[in-house]
């Protein structure tokens, strides 16, 4: 079983920063892809930023040059450095490890 612990959401005034982190432990043996997805209010959930094995990252066309995926193999944990925040980024933001979602964590841009 796979557990999952998320943090660093929140609410943020527009051009602000925020560093959600996303923890994984459990039966997990290797690490194929880790990655950020968000689902806005009446809106499908969509990829913001993923990592697959090899070190590769894709990123949404929203959010490219604001944001930037990490991870630490040791921790098993990913995380989203996401800057120059605006309205229109606020959303639930969800990771997901091999397939697996995390519980989310709510980002409010907002002034």
């Known amino acids: 079983q796979v557990r999952f612990v998320e943090s660093g959401g929140g609410l943020v005034q527009p051009g602000g920063s925020l560093r959600p982190a996303c923890a994984a432990s459990g039966s997990i043996f290797k690490v194929f892809h880790m990655g950020w997805y968000r689902q806005a209010p009446g809106k499908q959930r969509e990829l913001v930023a993923n990592i697959i094995s090899g070190g590769s990252t894709n990123y949404a066309e929203s959010v490219k040059g604001r944001f930037t995926i990490s991870k630490d193999n040791a921790k098993n944990t990913v995380y989203l450095q996401m800057n120059s925040l605006q309205p229109e980024d606020t959303a639930v933001y969800y990771c997901?490890?091999?397939?697996?979602w995390g519980q989310g964590t709510q980002v409010t841009v907002s002034s």
């Open positions: 997901n490890v091999n397939l697996l």
